[in-house]
């Protein structure tokens, strides 16, 4: 699982969640996650959620963490699965620098009314592919939310742990997968 934080600023408009964004940008191969920093600006033409393109919502922040993961298997529940486990370990990070009680509905966080978190999981004709973003400012969202700057804590050090803890999880169910034998 190949992990790497983009340190160019980056913005985010719905157009990187595409097959091959980790290749293209670091030079990776395979499965992996990378996140940076940068706004988010998702106008309904690149959104993926049909929820929200019913909806008219688009997603705007002026400045937010994200995480792009990259998995090549065509498998979406599997993948929608990964999501929520990536929030999971979202929160848990949270959970362990804060003393706030953090709630997970689905596959975003919120914190009392404060959304914190956007997140969708989606295939590509070679892949699947998840984005999740958690806001570090709050100015301007079109909605309540909280972010990162709110709590104090650096974004980028907060990426490269939850990155850590993604590539462990994932190693963790591949050696779950390797070590049993089949009953009959």
């Given at each position: 699982?190949?992990?790497?934080?983009?340190?160019?600023?980056?913005?985010?408009?719905?157009?990187?969640?595409?097959?091959?964004?980790?290749?293209?940008?670091?030079?990776?191969?395979?499965?992996?996650?990378?996140a940076?920093?940068?706004?988010c600006?998702?106008?309904?033409?690149?959104?993926?959620?049909?929820?929200?393109?019913?909806?008219?919502?688009s997603?705007?922040?002026?400045?937010?963490?994200?995480?792009?993961?990259e998995?090549?298997?065509?498998?979406?529940?599997?993948?929608?699965?990964?999501?929520?486990?990536?929030?999971?370990?979202?929160?848990?990070?949270?959970?362990?620098?804060?003393?706030?009680?953090?709630?997970?509905?689905?596959?975003?966080?919120y914190?009392?009314?404060?959304?914190?978190?956007?997140?969708?999981?989606?295939?590509?004709?070679?892949?699947?592919?998840?984005?999740?973003?958690?806001?570090?400012?709050?100015?301007?969202?079109?909605?309540?939310?909280?972010?990162?700057n709110d709590?104090?804590?650096?974004?980028?050090?907060?990426?490269?742990?939850?990155?850590?803890?993604?590539?462990?999880?994932?190693?963790?169910?591949?050696?779950?997968?390797?070590?049993?034998r089949?009953?009959?």
């Amino acid at each position: 699982m190949n992990i790497h934080f983009i340190e160019k600023e980056t913005a985010y408009n719905g157009s990187q969640l595409r097959s091959h964004f980790i290749l293209n940008n670091t030079g990776l191969y395979g499965d992996g996650i990378v996140a940076f920093i940068g706004p988010c600006d998702v106008k309904l033409d690149h959104m993926v959620d049909l929820e929200d393109v019913i909806a008219k919502k688009s997603i705007y922040s002026e400045s937010m963490l994200h995480f792009i993961v990259e998995h090549f298997d065509m498998d979406l529940e599997r993948m929608v699965l990964r999501q929520r486990l990536l929030i999971s370990l979202i929160q848990t990070e949270l959970l362990d620098q804060l003393d706030q009680k953090i709630v997970r509905r689905g596959d975003d966080l919120y914190l009392d009314e404060y959304k914190l978190t956007v997140s969708i999981a989606t295939t590509t004709p070679v892949s699947c592919v998840i984005h999740t973003g958690i806001n570090i400012n709050s100015n301007n969202t079109p909605v309540l939310t909280q972010g990162l700057n709110d709590f104090g804590i650096n974004p980028q050090a907060f990426a490269r742990a939850v990155m850590n803890r993604y590539a462990e999880e994932i190693a963790g169910v591949t050696k779950a997968c390797t070590k049993v034998r089949g009953v009959q």
